[in-house]
């Protein structure tokens, strides 16, 4: 094991549990630690870990560094002690940097077992802040299981098809795989939706400003940032589109049947979407219109049968 | 004797002669018989590791006496045994910490702690068996030492559950010996023999076919194969030191290693493939994995939702080696050693659950998490891993036995372990649910004075243990020693060699 390696990778590895550690009094510790990264990847080279998971290598310095590195950036600041953040418990602010941890770990990959790894690492960590959070709606669990555990077989199947395509190799790399499918953009965007489906429902049950404006920054940035690992700026463009088309198709669904959509919420509450974008936020009235969007935009029913047919589409397009 | 020749007999006796010895000890002489179980165990493992590498250098350790005209007892350590005789070496240390901390006040220990070595002693003679009448002999012993074990409460559910036990098995065993008798009259000898000695012994093919089945069903049992399956949930009423034995060290891995010596080592992959057998193994493996996990689903007994975890997860070690294919079969292999970590740290959870709390069913543990954090935390590692999430040791053998059925056009062994996975986390989540985020119903009871952690320690160390070898199994696959790195090793070496 290199020093380098144990330098760059330790840290991200062990900070997350700072906040545990160090306890309330301590919450400007927080952004610093999301900030570490930033240093420790610029000055990086592409590294290569033959004793993580099957042999793994993260791609490190140049352009796609200082990508990555906004991310945390954006992520620093909003998780800043001034902004929404101010409130984050200790719990809640590590597995928050536990899901920017494996974020970055999944966007540094330069092989699919990492970038799996990370991906289900950080989907699972924002589901634990919230539910550390006790911010959750009573029921809200199992529906958001529902969507994640699709979700993951899901990232699971697209890694075998990457590999299938990589000749079977154990550790396909995500250059190599991308440029040898055709069409490899459209997987980029199935694969984004899958993170995107998973991310905006976990954004959309938020009940509590604080931890919402750190997650959506985490999943925002991320989204495209996957789209362009996987498949360049075109991967990132159709990433990004997917996720439009997908939240429009389910916004529509919402609006076009809304009995259905309003049986399924259980929001109490309808603010109006346009009066949400026109008048701000305002963080004390915030749960009652979160529970308004989460209507316009369609309920988690309409999400998990996105990730359904998401499921069925990788299947088809893996053996067929 | 060269010491090639003594350490395979010495590895045995690391566990047989504690056993021995401590059925004459009196029931109070619990120092004398701890140290001896300790100590055994510790002997074993430093002798274990010792033939590993030399195993991995090329050396070879085996022994072997005339038993019978033509028959001999051989023992010999190959890099397949040595899989399994490591992982029994390490939970058997385990797991003697746990009983000695479980059993503490419970009566008859010498009876359960001298039985529970034969059981150890029986598994290393099961792995390292050089030919599949020693296999029998110890595969025998074992079922003869694990019924007392199973029988341990003496109440009338348990003696129900070991008479169960004792049907299955002796059944099984007699298939055993019936295929075993029939495989030596078509073709003269047992010897175990990298990619099979059967192929070209003359035989017919519908006659090797049956044999096969006969000798699969025999071990099947004990794999707990749908439909021989029925002893495993019953006997749960076994205290959870042998529940994890059997679950995870002994008994239905003898059973799944059994299937891997008789495909591998028999008949030869290839050579069972052309016969067609490997497509009915598939068939009744993939059966079992949906069957299991669907019947898990409906357990609100912890326990026997693990147990029905178990029957169907251990058929991914049968899946993994009838899907005809390298890859297929490290996925196999490797899961022998995943699971088995697993799964033995889901028992010493549950087992604290009851010693600690008197929790026995899952509607039960809405907020334990906050009493006993540390060994939550194992539950949930352990739990993740068996769903197959990276980066535990279950997504590993999940991700070799996808692109092994990938590799081998068996497409529908993709959808079979996707299914698997989800079933998996529709029984075990809702667990970490109850655990960590659900209020308790009712204050716990009180820490008992003396006990400094949330259980004694005896308990607390060995999941704390296995949940961190579960989670670097996973993290550092690659390593080299590591299962997986072992596993392909195996396969490599002896069945898949150039």
Redesign the interface.
């Known amino acids: 094991m290199s020093l380098l390696t144990l330098v760059v990778f330790a840290p991200l590895l062990l900070l997350p549990l700072l906040p545990l550690l160090c306890g309330r009094p301590r919450q400007w510790l927080v952004p610093l630690v999301a900030l570490l990264p930033v240093a420790l990847l610029l000055p990086a080279q592409p590294l290569a870990l033959?004793?993580?998971?099957?042999?793994s290598g993260v791609a490190g310095g140049g352009p796609g560094a200082a990508v990555v590195s906004l991310v945390s950036v954006f992520f620093a600041l909003a998780l800043a002690p001034w902004g929404k953040g101010a409130g984050l418990s200790p719990r809640v602010s590590a597995c928050l940097l536990l899901a920017q941890a494996a974020c970055i770990a999944a966007l540094v990959a330069t092989d699919l077992?990492l970038l799996?790894?990370g991906f289900?690492?950080a989907s699972?960590a924002l589901l634990a802040a919230r539910?550390s959070s006790g911010a959750l709606a009573p029921g809200r669990?199992p529906a958001i299981?529902l969507l994640l555990?699709?979700g993951?077989?899901a990232a699971?199947?697209l890694?075998?098809l990457f590999?299938?395509v990589a000749d079977?190799a154990?550790t396909p790399s995500v250059a190599g795989a991308a440029a040898v499918l055709p069409g490899a953009t459209v997987i980029a965007g199935f694969a984004a939706l899958a993170a995107a489906s998973r991310g905006a429902l976990l954004l959309l049950v938020a009940r509590r400003p604080g931890q919402l404006l750190p997650t959506a920054t985490l999943v925002l940035l991320v989204v495209p940032t996957l789209g362009w690992r996987l498949g360049d700026a075109a991967g990132a463009l159709s990433a990004v589109l997917a996720v439009a088309a997908g939240a429009a198709a389910t916004a529509a669904l919402s609006r076009l049947w809304p009995p259905l959509a309003a049986r399924f919420t259980q929001a109490r509450e309808r603010v109006s979407w346009r009066l949400l974008l026109w008048q701000g936020l305002d963080a004390g009235a915030w749960p009652g219109r979160l529970a308004g969007a989460e209507r316009e935009l369609g309920s988690w029913r309409f999400a998990l049968a996105g990730a359904i047919v998401l499921?069925l589409l990788l299947?088809i397009a893996?053996?067929f | 004797m060269s010491e090639h020749e003594l350490l395979p007999l010495a590895v045995l006796a690391t566990s047989l002669l504690p056993g021995l010895v401590i059925f004459f000890l009196p029931e109070g002489a619990v120092r004398v018989r701890s140290v001896l179980n300790l100590a055994g165990a510790t002997v074993k493992l430093v002798l274990v590791a010792v033939m590993l590498w030399g195993v991995s250098r090329g050396e070879n350790y085996a022994v072997s006496y005339p038993l019978l005209p033509g028959l001999t007892f051989s023992l010999r350590a190959d890099s397949l045994a040595l899989l399994f005789v490591t992982l029994s070496a390490q939970l058997w240390f385990l797991t003697t910490i746990y009983a000695i901390g479980y059993l503490e006040s419970s009566p008859n220990r010498a009876r359960f702690f001298g039985f529970f070595s034969l059981c150890v002693t029986a598994t290393v003679g099961v792995a390292m068996a050089g030919n599949l009448i020693t296999f029998l002999l110890f595969y025998e012993l074992l079922t003869l030492s694990t019924y007392p074990l199973v029988v341990h409460r003496e109440t009338a559910a348990a003696r129900a559950a070991g008479n169960r036990y004792l049907a299955y098995t002796i059944g099984g065993g007699a298939a055993l010996l019936l295929g075993t008798a029939w495989l030596y009259a078509e073709t003269g000898t047992l010897t175990f023999t990298p990619r099979g000695f059967v192929d070209g012994s003359g035989a017919s093919s519908p006659v090797l076919a049956a044999i096969f089945f006969l000798l699969v069903a025999g071990v099947g049992v004990k794999a707990a194969l749908v439909p021989l399956h029925g002893w495993l949930p019953r006997a749960m009423v076994a205290p959870a030191p042998v529940s994890a034995l059997l679950h995870a060290v002994a008994v239905v891995k003898a059973g799944a290693f059994g299937i891997i010596r008789i495909v591998y080592d028999v008949f030869g992959v290839e050579y069972a493939a052309e016969l067609g057998v490997t497509d009915a193994l598939a068939a009744v493996a993939a059966v079992t994995i949906i069957y299991g996990s669907l019947r898990a689903l409906a357990q609100d007994d912890l326990k026997r939702r693990l147990a029905f975890s178990t029957v169907s997860q251990v058929s991914y070690i049968a899946l993994g080696v009838a899907i005809v294919g390298p890859l297929a079969s490290i996925g196999g292999i490797v899961h022998l050693v995943h699971q088995g970590l697993m799964k033995i740290t889901l028992f010493f959870c549950a087992g604290n659950y009851a010693e600690t709390l008197g929790l026995h069913k899952v509607s039960e543990l809405d907020g334990v998490g906050r009493r006993m954090p540390l060994t939550t935390a194992a539950f949930t590692v352990a739990a993740l891993g068996m769903i197959g999430l990276p980066p535990m040791a279950g997504f590993i053998s999940k991700w070799y036995l996808g692109l092994g059925a990938i590799e081998a056009g068996a497409t529908w062994a993709v959808f079979v372990l996707a299914g698997s996975s989800a079933l998996n986390a529709a029984y075990f989540l809702p667990i970490l649910h109850r655990a960590w985020f659900r209020a308790p119903t009712a204050a716990w009871a009180p820490v008992p004075a003396g006990v400094r952690a949330e259980t004694a320690l005896a308990l607390l160390l060995p999941p704390v243990i296995t949940a961190l070898l579960v989670l670097l199994a996973g993290v550092l696959a690659s390593v080299q020693y590591s299962p997986q790195e072992w596993a392909t090793l195996v396969v490599r070496r002896e069945f898949y060699a150039p």
């Open positions: 033959p004793w993580i998971l099957l042999g077992m799996l790894a289900t690492v699972y539910l669990l299981v555990v699709p993951d077989l699971f199947e890694a075998l590999a299938k079977n154990v499921v299947l893996t053996f």
